[in-house]
């Protein structure tokens, strides 16, 4: 079975420019989160989806950041403008969302990203 | 909300010796309990994790971790460390109501040999 892909894996962009991130997540897992992990940190939700839907987006800074995933499948994240301080790695997960045992998430490798 | 102590941000344990991590959550409601590991520059990878059922799990690479309503805990322990344990871990709630994961601030493990 494929994990959750992630790309890009690395970027490093300068402030005030703008950026995506692309997650695929594990066939059939209606649940897709966005995390933010600063370095020493534990993962902070930023978004998530239940299909096609928006299910929690109350930590995402809705005034730089956006999130979209239009057929229930892929999702992508956006930041613009950047800012130093979100300088992070961000991971995607996926869920099945149904049953007591199917309650992990799956995460990808994450994307590092680096803002100067 | 949901909160989650990882005690201790840096342990450090001898090669052969017993590896103890701790979290504790704040629920009145037991929640799905989970530790996760992460390697350098990779994500999060699934330890173990409790559900209903037995209260001692049993995960991957030797790991497990017990329950313990009462103290409203769920440490992690191995019995002898190997270097390739050396690692990030996490310990994460989910409450049996919702979808969401809440993670602790993550203890690195240093394996020494």
């Known amino acids: 079975e494929a994990g959750v892909a992630q790309s890009p894996r690395y970027k490093i962009i300068e402030k005030r420019q703008s950026v995506a991130f692309w997650c695929n997540p594990i066939?059939?897992?209606?649940?897709l989160y966005w995390y933010q992990q600063i370095l020493g940190q534990g993962p902070k939700l930023l978004i998530q989806?239940?299909?096609?839907?928006?299910?929690?987006d109350s930590q995402l800074p809705k005034d730089r950041f956006s999130a979209e995933r239009l057929k229930g499948v892929d999702s992508t994240l956006k930041i613009q403008p950047a800012k130093l301080e979100d300088s992070a790695v961000y991971l995607c997960?996926?869920?099945?969302?149904?049953?007591?045992?199917?309650?992990?998430?799956?995460f990808g490798q994450g994307t590092r990203l680096t803002v100067v | 909300a949901q909160s989650v102590t990882q005690l201790g941000s840096h342990v450090s344990v001898s090669e052969g010796a017993l590896v103890l991590l701790r979290c504790n959550y704040s629920?009145?409601?037991?929640?799905?309990l989970f530790w996760y590991v992460q390697y350098p520059n990779q994500g999060l990878q699934l330890l173990l994790k409790?559900?209903?059922?037995?209260?001692l799990v049993k995960g991957i690479n030797g790991f497990e971790a017990e329950f313990k309503k009462s103290e409203t805990s769920f440490h992690l322990t191995k019995p002898s460390a190997h270097m390739s344990d050396a690692a990030e871990y996490f310990c994460?709630?989910?409450?049996?109501?919702?979808?969401?994961?809440?993670f602790g601030t993550g203890t690195s493990l240093t394996v020494i040999p």
């Open positions: 994460a709630v989910r409450p049996n109501t919702g979808n969401q994961f809440y």
């Open positions: 066939s059939g897992h209606a649940t």
């Open positions: 989806f239940q299909n096609n839907g928006v299910v929690d």
């Open positions: 997960a996926s869920r099945t969302g149904t049953g007591v045992m199917n309650t992990e998430a799956f």
């Open positions: 409790y559900t209903t059922g037995a209260t």
């Open positions: 629920s009145s409601v037991p929640p799905y």
